[in-house]
């Protein structure tokens, strides 16, 4: 069970219990990763792990949204997507200077 207590750096305190084989886990992923502290880590693991949440969330969005789509919609996006392909690859011609190629 976990208890929560703030700090005065606008941290919340919270105490966990863990498996030894858990703490074990952490101390050594600590040590890997080189964080100057226990809390640090665990910060990153939320990090990363509410990133992945906030990705996946997203794109389950985003599915949601074409899959709702109607067929001519669907078209109309491939044809401005076909348009910004081209317009990429212009784009990227126009950047992309021409090497000389020295005959032998």
Do not use: C, N
Not at 8 to 21: C, D, P, Y
Not at 41 to 60: F, M, N, P
Not at 62 to 77: C, G, M, N, Q, T
């Amino acid at each position: 069970m976990a208890r929560a207590r703030r700090t005065a750096k606008g941290k919340e305190r919270i105490t966990v219990s863990l498996s030894r084989e858990s703490a074990k886990f952490l101390r050594t992923i600590r040590a890997d990763a080189q964080s100057p502290s226990m809390s640090a880590l665990i910060e990153r693991i939320v990090a990363d792990l509410q990133s992945k949440t906030e990705i996946e969330q997203l794109d389950a969005k985003v599915k949601a949204y074409y899959d709702a789509l109607p067929e001519s919609a669907i078209k109309e996006e491939s044809v401005w997507g076909a348009l910004g392909e081209a317009a990429l690859a212009v784009e990227e011609d126009v950047q992309r200077p021409e090497v000389a190629v020295a005959e032998h």
